[in-house]
């Protein structure tokens, strides 16, 4: 059974460094084709794609927040973390990790299991 | 950058047809995901890969592809179908993306 969480801060300053790790169990990250990915979801907005790390290390970011950040993986912890730099009030929403299936060791680009989020509030 | 369009909402009784689209220019080319997400919940995958449905979720969710509109067809739709639809998909480089999503009303 896949499961995933979340964790950090839930609160933050404005210009502060976000950091949360997603510790997941039930699948191994250095399995060709799997990847973890992160999702934001501002309190009654939209879900927005930020970053996926697959197996190999190779690394995808939402090119609208690229320059922002970075995501690692430590395959022997089951963990994978996110750092934001700069945070700022709009970027208040609930984070979630979430798993990217393989399909015959090829990368599927989806997400199958979620975990339940965490939510970040950026305020001073 | 690749944008993904749903109508804002769609609202129905139930045992009606409800069908969610989602427009993009590189639908034809990349597979489309369809995501239902409940108030407080976390989202879940009811269609992969244009038509594929994961197991547990029920038959009367379907989905189809056409050019660069892809459709979540909900058959007979009930008061627990009452959520936010999410279409997703990714682009030739690997970046994901998702729609502005798809509020689903049952009268």
């Known amino acids: 059974q896949i499961t995933l969480k979340e964790s950090g801060p839930t609160l933050v300053k404005p210009t502060q460094t976000l950091t949360l790790t997603c510790t997941f169990s039930g699948f191994s990250l250095s399995t060709r084709g799997v990847g973890v990915g992160w999702i934001r979801q501002p309190p009654g907005k939209a879900l927005e794609w930020l970053a996926l790390i697959y197996w190999d290390d190779d690394k995808r970011y939402s090119p609208s927040l690229k320059s922002r950040l970075t995501i690692t993986k430590d395959t022997s912890k089951n963990q994978v973390v996110l750092t934001m730099t700069n945070m700022v009030p709009v970027d208040t929403a609930t984070y979630y990790c979430?798993?990217?299936?393989?399909?015959?060791?090829?990368?599927?680009?989806?997400?199958?299991?979620w975990g339940r989020g965490t939510l970040v509030t950026v305020s001073s | 950058s690749y944008e993904l369009t749903q109508p804002p909402s769609v609202s129905m009784s139930p045992g009606q047809t409800a069908r969610i689209t989602c427009s993009g220019d590189a639908l034809p080319k990349q597979y489309a995901y369809w995501y239902q997400q409940k108030p407080g919940q976390a989202p879940v995958l009811v269609i992969y890969?244009?038509?594929k449905r994961p197991s547990g979720i029920p038959e009367r969710f379907s989905g189809s592809s056409s050019g660069t509109t892809v459709t979540l067809t909900i058959s007979g739709v009930q008061a627990e179908d009452e959520a936010d639809y999410y279409c997703?998909?990714?682009?030739?480089?690997?970046?994901?993306?998702f729609g502005a999503g798809t509020k689903v009303t049952v009268l």
């Open positions: 979430a798993h990217s299936p393989e399909d015959g060791g090829l990368t599927d680009y989806y997400f199958d299991l």
């Open positions: 997703q998909s990714a682009d030739s480089s690997g970046t994901y993306v």
């Open positions: 890969k244009d038509i």
